[in-house]
């Protein structure tokens, strides 16, 4: 049983627009949503956040957005880099505690 | 800049063979993490650790495979034996709080396993 997923594996993008990456998640308990990118062999880091009483949290080029009715958050870059090219997992996180929930990864690529 | 270390970093096995991986977590971090993270799935917690003591370990298979933090510092995680199965990346992450916090975790560049 999924608690978060994230449907597309991969997305290619062209450098300088929009990248949306999204994800669902179905436990109704979790409260805080964070975005990690991993390159490969390398472990992943920390990217952003956001808590369940928000609706947007902007950080720079990334933007992540919570729709909380629909279970539903997407992270927004703009403008895409090619430096952004690797996998991004979102985790959650219920009010119990910080154990987190990963994604299983969407691939971006952008292009140069 | 602190950084989680884990080793080896690669690590090739036969199966019913003994592995064991080590990570030292970010220093003064009580919290510590073991996630494995199979080829284009997402991590998936083995066992939290808040200092010495294990906090959940519901998802590790205890039938083979065994963690421990004995003096709150480093964490070393073992399979015994390995199966086909184990072949992954182990991850080691820490956080300097449990409970809300952030919620944010450092992780290390982990341990590829490879049972052959």
């Known amino acids: 049983d999924q608690q978060v997923k994230q449907n597309s594996p991969s997305l290619s993008v062209q450098e300088g627009r929009i990248s949306i990456l999204n994800c669902d998640y179905t436990n109704s308990m979790f409260d805080y949503f964070l975005w990690y990118k991993k390159y490969p062999a390398e472990g992943p880091t920390f990217l952003i956040s956001?808590?369940?009483?928000?609706d947007k949290n902007e950080d720079g080029r990334f933007t992540v957005f919570l729709n909380k009715s629909a279970k539903h958050l997407s992270l927004h870059i703009v403008p895409s880099q090619p430096g952004d090219s690797a996998v991004y997992f979102c985790?959650?996180?219920?009010?119990?505690?910080?154990?987190?929930?990963f994604g299983g990864g969407t691939r971006l690529m952008v292009k140069p | 800049e602190a950084e989680v270390a884990q080793s080896p970093r690669y690590k090739i096995t036969e199966k019913s063979q003994a592995v064991a991986f080590w990570c030292d977590p970010i220093s003064g971090h009580a919290t510590l993490y073991w996630y494995r993270q199979i080829l284009g799935q997402g991590p998936e917690l083995l066992v939290q650790f808040q200092d010495e003591s294990v906090v959940d370990d519901s998802q590790l298979p205890k039938d083979r495979f065994s963690a421990e933090r004995l003096k709150g510092v480093d964490s070393t995680l073992k399979i015994q034996p390995a199966e086909l199965g184990d072949s992954a990346m182990y991850l080691c992450a820490s956080s300097s709080v449990l409970g809300r916090g952030t919620g944010e975790l450092f992780f290390g560049e982990g341990s590829r396993l490879t049972v052959l």
């Open positions: 985790a959650a996180s219920d009010n119990a505690g910080n154990m987190l929930t």
């Open positions: 956001i808590s369940s009483i928000k």
